[in-house]
């Protein structure tokens, strides 16, 4: 018998970099849901360059964005997804004129953009269901760092107690549109939770904490230790960006915001008493795909067998 498959497609207009993710979910021999990854195209348009320093979105930026979308819009059709969610983060939240961005995107490839509050975010990247597979015995607190915001979500016996998201992002930091005082209440925040929830374990989020774990050395699926995450990024922040991209073979895009990703891990891990990280392939797109995975089954319990 034919498995039956469904397709799901994922928009994720970040500060840096949008996405287009794809994932098939279908029923295993136990009849439980298996939630496969098919492809990701990611596109670095940077948005927050304009959004965080000038406070709207350039024309130029928006044509790209626009064509962006046409080609995500036509990779969605071939695909055939029974659905699809774009949603638009930090640098559009920020941006003035983020209305008229939308309606023209609209206009060029009908895909609407919902932009979601730092909340929202942190809420669909706990869609993903991290911590369930984690030992009750401690605290696990999930760090997103993106562009232009950071979402710390904490889990404690399976179940999300605190969840937060702060203007630190890596494009705003390379503009240096980072204020002391979103530092010094991130800084609060997590020592607080360090002496609610002793012996936190880090859970990281997105490609830039990916990328320093392999440059550590560290294989996949193994814990990420403080200590190793600091030996990476000094010998990164000792380099030049040119150095980094030939030294490391790293994509333009990702050699200036690999740094102020490090400082603003390291930062937390300092202040939340974390000693390590495990790093799971998994950020927004993810957790977009399971909240409409999850909608489809509270309105039809059965639809992954038709």
Request: hydrophobic share 40%.
């Amino acid at each position: 018998m034919n498995q039956i498959t469904h397709k799901f497609a994922a928009i994720d207009i970040g500060s840096n970099a949008v996405r287009l993710l794809f994932y098939n979910i279908y029923l295993d021999l136990n009849n439980q849901p298996v939630f496969k990854k098919v492809a990701l195209t990611r596109v670095p348009i940077r948005l927050g360059e304009d959004s965080f320093v000038y406070n709207q979105i350039s024309q130029p930026k928006i044509e790209k964005l626009k064509k962006a979308m046409i080609a995500f819009k036509n990779l969605i059709e071939v695909h055939e997804v029974i659905d699809y969610r774009a949603c638009a983060t930090s640098a559009m939240r920020e941006a003035l004129n983020a209305k008229q961005v939308i309606l023209e995107v609209k206009q060029a490839s009908g895909i609407e953009i919902q932009i979601i509050d730092g909340n929202t975010e942190a809420d669909l990247i706990y869609s993903n269901h991290v911590a369930e597979n984690m030992s009750d015995a401690r605290a696990y607190l999930y760090i997103d760092v993106g562009g232009g915001s950071t979402e710390i979500t904490l889990f404690y016996k399976g179940k999300q107690r605190y969840s937060e998201s702060f203007n630190i992002g890596t494009v705003r930091m390379l503009h240096g549109k980072v204020t002391d005082e979103e530092w010094l209440r991130l800084k609060r925040k997590c020592k607080e939770l360090a002496e609610l929830y002793p012996n936190i374990m880090g859970i990281g989020s997105g490609g830039n904490i990916i990328k320093l774990q392999k440059l550590s050395g560290e294989p996949e699926g193994s814990p990420f230790s403080r200590a190793q995450l600091k030996e990476v990024y000094q010998d990164l922040v000792s380099m030049t960006f040119e150095q980094r991209m030939r030294k490391y073979g790293l994509n333009p895009d990702r050699a200036d915001v690999i740094v102020p990703a490090a400082e603003i891990y390291l930062h937390i891990c300092k202040n939340a008493e974390i000693k390590s990280l495990v790093v799971p392939k998994i950020g927004l797109s993810d957790g977009i795909i399971h909240q409409m995975y999850e909608e489809y089954l509270k309105k039809d319990k059965d639809f992954l067998k038709k």
